[in-house]
């Protein structure tokens, strides 16, 4: 998370109305969505350069654990882009928000903060209250309100037709990340009773389980991330994005795309036969005129 000092200048309200008529006058609206439609997010929240959207249950959870229940100073959140306030969130820990970094070393370090490296160009200091990136949850509760508080580490957070009981002593057996990419995360899993995955990553009903042939149940979990239900035994299973739903999209533009070029082809070849004969006909006519 990319920590700067984080201040609203009571102008730049005024500022904003003035870019956006002028944005208007120069442009159009077509323009002004245009340039203002990306921004770079903090490598903290997701590793990747320039992005246009974020999923809106994504968005309202880090104005949650920026702003609280109350009117915060996050307004947008391109403005992490440059830096945001230097913040204590069970949210943010419950994301598995690691380390803060800012471009110069903090003055007064908050306790749940460790200087972890330090550079001429940044200071990087371990968040000691941040949750694992994945864990298996000790216990299971059930979320009635639309954000989460007061959050339990080892708890798993689940709507009231994801839940189910887990066993007793849950959440001690062995999980370890084998292989990780964007879109797909294998796992290696031994436990002799039921258990259930956390995964601080983005849940989407694209995301999908495999345990060899079987499937395995992927929900919702702690308000935004994903959970997997884990059946015992020892086995290695797959976690990954399935883009099969876009196929026929794919599959339509690809075959668009070939009638487009074979009726762009049999235009360009009619008119430069049609050319061709008529050229033959006029040097025909030429020919025939001089042998009379």
């Known amino acids: 998370y990319y920590v700067t000092s984080f201040t609203r200048r009571p102008d730049d309200t005024k500022n904003l109305d003035m870019?956006?008529?002028?944005?208007?006058?120069?442009?159009?609206?077509?323009?002004?969505?245009?340039?203002?439609?990306?921004?770079?997010?903090?490598?903290?929240?997701?590793?990747?350069?320039?992005?246009?959207?974020?999923?809106?249950n994504v968005a309202e959870f880090i104005y949650h654990a920026f702003n609280g229940d109350g009117t915060g100073?996050?307004?947008?959140?391109?403005s992490l882009s440059s830096g945001g306030p230097l913040i204590s969130s069970e949210l943010l820990d419950m994301g598995a928000v690691t380390y803060y970094y800012?471009?110069?070393?903090?003055?007064?370090?908050?306790?749940?903060?460790?200087?972890?490296?330090?550079?001429?160009?940044?200071?990087?200091?371990k968040n000691l209250n941040a949750w694992p990136y994945f864990y298996l949850a000790e216990k299971l509760e059930i979320t009635e309100e639309k954000h989460l508080k007061n959050v339990q580490r080892g708890t798993a957070y689940l709507s009231e037709n994801d839940f189910f009981k887990l066993s007793e002593n849950a959440g001690y057996s062995s999980v370890q990340l084998?292989?990780?990419?964007?879109?797909?995360?294998?796992?290696?899993?031994?436990?002799?009773?039921?258990?259930?995955?956390?995964?601080?990553?983005?849940?989407?009903?694209?995301?999908?389980?495999?345990?060899?042939?079987?499937?395995?149940?992927?929900?919702?979990?702690?308000?935004?991330f994903k959970g997997v239900k884990l059946p015992p035994g020892d086995y290695t299973f797959i976690l990954f994005f399935d883009t099969s739903p876009y196929f026929l999209g794919i599959y339509v533009s690809i075959t668009a795309w070939i009638l487009f070029l074979t009726a762009l082809f049999l235009v360009l070849k009619y008119r430069l036969d049609f050319s061709y004969f008529s050229k033959m006909k006029v040097y025909r006519n030429l020919q025939r005129l001089i042998s009379e």
């Open 19 to 56: 870019y956006k008529q002028e944005v208007m006058d120069t442009g159009g609206a077509k323009k002004f969505l245009q340039v203002r439609g990306e921004y770079f997010e903090s490598p903290g929240l997701r590793l990747h350069g320039v992005k246009a959207y974020t999923q809106k």
């Open 73 to 78: 100073s996050l307004t947008e959140i391109r």
């Open 102 to 125: 800012s471009p110069r070393e903090l003055a007064n370090v908050p306790e749940f903060l460790s200087l972890h490296a330090k550079t001429e160009l940044v200071s990087i200091y």
């Open 178 to 224: 084998k292989e990780f990419s964007y879109g797909r995360m294998v796992f290696d899993f031994q436990g002799d009773k039921d258990e259930f995955l956390v995964v601080a990553d983005a849940w989407h009903p694209f995301w999908k389980a495999t345990r060899g042939n079987h499937d395995l149940s992927v929900v919702k979990a702690n308000e935004i």
